[in-house]
């Protein structure tokens, strides 16, 4: 395989901002066509990807000669349009979350594993340059044995314009940002043996959970809390971990998604940097901490290498199925 000829679906946020830049930058992959049924995406499309077809139905996209399909459509969609790619044979990243139910995660995985189709799932926050500070420092034993982990994504969106993040199948903050905030813990700390959820909407009108916190008890002992807020004024720290001879707090959220929606490619000196350095130590007795640069380019670049037969998938879909059989659990406890 020389080029990765890949087809996108959709291109609203996750595929114009997430997936089109990244693929794009990467000399890995061709970017041959996207499909939005959107008149006014479609134009963007057209005048940031000349090369690339842009056109309305998947019906269209099915008919090409494809590689990897790459599905960033509402969740409710995920199910239906990895089946047809794995049908057709074509290796596929779904973006989070994974699927709506766990029923259909593992439809998908099982059905993937018996045609010997590669699929993965787009966590991009595994990449974010706060989360890959964390990592570097845990397994450098820089704050002891860790006993609690804080996590928060918050902001301000009193009304939420896109009605599928509000309503139907994959709504609501656990899938939406509960998907990485999760996934980061059992990443970290490993799996959860009892858990805790309130789950609550803030916002007028209804709709699915847009203000939640979450308790996760994991086997090795650490207690994670994990906030995710759309109504929240001021936010918390983005990070706050405590350990037996230290903590470490970050604040904000990777720079990477700003630059993107600003114009910025991953091709662009510095892109992933500039983030505000995290602390660590003792209360009286702290040092800044310089993040590692985020890197979202990352996901391609190691997916890249598996669809040539060399290393792992970047995300194994059954990390995919772990946090959707959380978030089940926590919505019906």
Known sequence: M?????????FGSSGRVFHAPFLAADPAYSLDVIVTADAERSGEARALYPDAATVASVDDLFTRDLDLVVIGSPPATHHELATRA???GIAVVVDKP???TVAEARDL?????????????????????DFLTLRGLLADG?????RRFESRFEWFKPVEAKAWKNEGPGS???????????????QLFGPVESHYA????RRDGGGSEDDVFVALRHTSGVTSHLWMNALAPLNGPRFHVLGSSAGWTSYGLDPQEAALKGGASPRDAGFGGGARPGILGTTGETRDIPLLPGDYAAFYRQLADTLRGDGELPVDPNDALAVLELIERLRAH
């Open 109 to 129: 995985i099982d059905r993937a594993a018996a045609a010997g189709v590669p699929l993965t799932e787009f966590q991009n926050r595994r990449w974010d340059g």
């Open 86 to 88: 794995i049908e057709a």
């Open 142 to 146: 820089a704050l002891g044995d860790v």
């Open 98 to 100: 994974f699927a709506p």
């Open 172 to 186: 609501g903050m656990l899938f939406d940002l509960g998907t990485h905030l999760i996934d980061q813990a059992l």
């Open 198 to 201: 309130e789950l609550d909407v």
């Open 2 to 10: 020389s080029v990765i000829r890949t087809g996108l679906i959709g």
